[in-house]
């Protein structure tokens, strides 16, 4: 049976707890000051320690510095009110999660059902780095290159915490990869991860489609509708491309975050949610506070830990290696055998790819059906190829089509070229082409349906 400590000095708080302890399944003991802690945990090694900060003869965490039996402990926090700083704190501490004064019971059972020993996070983690040794791999991101090794070492430092998380990095850089990673080596892993780019959901359903809706709230509402935080629950939430959302929105997703309840549209009862969040942006964050595309006080909420993923020209070194996986994946599903030729992994090292990663792949999809014999020389090679599809060659800011080409390629072709111009950049690239980042993003988007599969966004 595991074995809970409560640490705290309120002796009717620590009853209360330790009933509820109890009924999970768990024996559970009750220290109210430092030296009592210390003698229970030499008594029985508990699996997860209720640690009161605010204790009669010190700070709570000076109770790891001198027992070791503690080493292997689940540390849970106890606040008497939730907030950023607590946020920060728990993460610093090393705490895996803390609970707010009263405890509210569903967040207490969430946090029992996932709890994990931190020798098994290690012990994921170490998988993980063994594979970045032997194959270049890291979870679902690919690369040795320093600036990854760094990247690795962010995520093993913040996956096993409950704090959130924002990526940041250029477009096609695998944002999304980061964040999956993270939660498979959460203590989450079990729930559900859901990746909502909020940029690519009309303003009128994003509400609904966050929060959810009750039948009868609005003309087309037949039936009760969860929404992403609901179906989350228990798991990670991915809020990629967080500064689209509208800003009459990010007052409720605050409000979310720091209750931890939502109200569905045309509710009246609050739904409590266990959601990690890790929000996503090819903004610049604090640029986009002062620009008004993010509210600065959801920015603080969301920034407890920034995890920046570098773009391809960063580590360049890392692009064979990313070149052969994604090789070596075409010639799974395709059943061939296609292997690049030295000259060809020399000139795909050798360019900038301004739509990074992203980039990378389609110009492999291209050399994997241009080669015509299982060796993909340089020549196949095109690096016209835009963060979503091929693109066509630029002189200056102009496109040449020939007559008879259809409107919808010349929009294409047009919108491949701006991208290009623009680095990959999506906001300039919209402003130049005269239309809204968010009908750019559309357009790629069913181009990336088209063409591509398994991208980050």
Request: aromatic share 6%.
């Amino acid at each position: 049976m595991p074995h809970a400590l409560i640490v705290e000095d309120d002796r009717d708080s620590a009853e209360v707890l330790a009933e509820l302890i109890k009924a999970e399944g768990f024996s559970a003991a009750s220290a109210g000051t430092l030296a009592e802690a210390r003698q229970q945990i030499v008594l029985r090694a508990p699996d997860v320690i209720l640690l009161d900060l605010v204790l009669p003869d010190g700070n709570g965490m000076d109770l790891f510095a001198d027992v070791e039996e503690a080493a292997d402990s689940e540390i849970v926090l106890i606040t008497g009110h939730a907030s950023l700083d607590t946020s920060i704190q728990a993460l610093r501490l090393g705490a895996a999660d803390y609970l707010t004064k009263p405890v509210n019971v569903r967040q207490l059972k969430g946090i029992l059902a996932r709890l994990a020993p931190p020798s098994e996070l290690k012990a994921r983690v170490a998988t993980l780095e063994k594979d970045v040794a032997e194959h270049g791999r890291f979870g679902r991101l690919w690369g040795r290159s320093k600036p990854m090794q760094e990247v690795y070492r962010q995520i093993a430092r913040v996956a096993g915490t409950a704090v959130n998380v924002l990526v940041t990095g250029e477009s096609g850089t695998g944002k999304e990869f980061v964040a999956s990673t993270i939660h498979d080596l959460s203590r989450r892993r079990d729930r559900p991860f859901l990746a909502v780019n909020c940029g690519a959901i009309s303003p009128q359903l994003i509400e609904s489609e966050m929060f959810g809706h009750e039948k009868g709230s609005f003309t087309g509402a037949a039936r009760q509708h969860q929404g992403y935080f609901e179906r989350a629950n228990g798991g990670t939430l991915l809020l990629d491309e967080i500064t689209e959302m509208p800003s009459d929105l990010q007052v409720k997703l605050l409000r979310v975050l720091e209750t931890g309840a939502l109200l569905r549209i045309g509710g009246d009862e609050p739904i409590h949610t266990d959601v990690r969040i890790i929000a996503a942006t090819n903004r610049v964050p604090r640029e986009a506070v002062a620009a008004g595309k993010l509210r600065e006080d959801l920015f603080y909420r969301l920034n407890v830990f920034e995890i920046h993923l570098p773009p391809l020209r960063e580590r360049l070194e890392d692009v064979p290696l990313l070149a052969n996986h994604f090789l070596a994946e075409l010639n799974a599903r395709e059943d061939a055998s296609k292997r690049f030729s030295p000259e060809a992994v020399e000139t795909l090292a050798g360019h900038t790819w301004p739509g990074n990663v992203r980039q990378l792949l389609n110009a492999v999809q291209r050399a994997f059906i241009m080669a015509e014999g299982n060796v993909i020389d340089a020549d196949c090679l095109s690096f016209e190829a835009s963060p979503a599809s091929a693109a066509p060659a630029l002189d200056g800011m102009h496109v040449t089509v020939k007559v008879g080409t259809s409107i919808a390629e010349m929009e294409r072709r047009l919108i491949f070229a701006t991208l290009e111009h623009c680095q990959g950049r999506r906001e300039k690239a919209a402003e130049l082409l005269g239309v809204s980042p968010k009908t750019l993003y559309n357009r790629l988007r069913e181009y990336d349906r088209e063409r591509l599969r398994g991208v980050d966004r």
